[in-house]
């Protein structure tokens, strides 16, 4: 059977599809050094899949795609994480090192010549974070990652490209139960197409008071994207083309919310 309903992009059905079969290993190490106030996170997971339904995609001479699903193997994946977090005496700082990494790979089928695809990336991060008095709380965070993809039938589609944020936040505790915070996200996108290497600011701020005496009351005056600068940049990458895509998101508005909670403990 055949959805024709774009006559460009044919779809077919395939009445002797197998089902996958999914092996996955994971493993797990944490450690908490109370003496030190040093943490070590890591995690490390495997997948490998049998039978993995993939597309087969031809095109003919007037330009037609058919695609339909077929089983192969040649696909599988590994994921690690590595956390490292450290008390620091001065200012009460907590330093927070996180590593991760993801390699996959991939089969797909282009006018039945197999298309194996390998992407991968590797991401780095560092944290601080500090609460200097019972008023007073900042962070900061940085992260980069490298990201690229390579196709053994398709070398021209080849790719790699980076994306690095930075982020600060800020919580103060005033008088009479009032409390101003604050957050800003710096992302700078690099290594894509034409027009989307951009560098985007996120600012957002909030004014909070507490009500009732138990406290169990919040009014809360919120401004999001107080630059007027937030949009969405994504790149997409798939076993047969990778795609750009920049989205129109909603920008600059307030919002007014009030919150009561009714839990009551202690008694």
Excluded: C
């Amino acid at each position: 059977m055949a959805d024709n309903t774009n006559p460009l992009s044919v779809r077919l059905g395939n009445p002797d599809l197998r089902p996958e079969y999914i092996h996955t290993l994971t493993g797990t190490y944490t450690q908490f050094n109370a003496v030190n106030n040093r943490s070590v996170f890591a995690s490390l997971n495997g997948s490998k899949v049998q039978d993995r339904i993939v597309s087969a995609t031809s095109f003919s001479a007037r330009g037609v795609q058919t695609t339909r699903p077929v089983n192969a193997d040649g696909y599988s994946t590994l994921n690690g994480f590595v956390s490292l977090g450290q008390r620091l005496a001065w200012h009460k700082l907590n330093l927070n090192l996180t590593t991760n990494g993801n390699l996959t790979r991939s089969r797909s089928f282009v006018n039945d010549q197999a298309n194996d695809t390998r992407s991968w990336n590797l991401g780095q991060g560092v944290s601080l974070n500090s609460a200097f008095n019972d008023h007073l709380e900042l962070g900061l965070r940085a992260n980069a990652t490298y990201q690229r993809a390579t196709y053994s039938l398709l070398p021209q589609q080849n790719t790699s490209y980076w994306t690095h944020t930075l982020e600060t936040d800020l919580f103060y505790q005033l008088p009479s139960n009032w409390a101003i915070s604050s957050d800003l996200w710096l992302t700078r996108y690099a290594g894509r197409s034409a027009g989307f290497n951009q560098s985007v600011a996120l600012w957002n701020l909030a004014l909070t008071r507490q009500l009732f005496k138990a406290k169990q009351g919040e009014l809360k005056l919120q401004a999001y994207d107080l630059l007027k600068q937030n949009r969405s940049v994504v790149r997409n990458v798939t076993d047969t083309y990778l795609e750009d895509v920049r989205s129109n998101v909603l920008t600059w508005y307030f919002l007014l919310s009030f919150t009561y909670n009714l839990r009551q403990f202690g008694r």
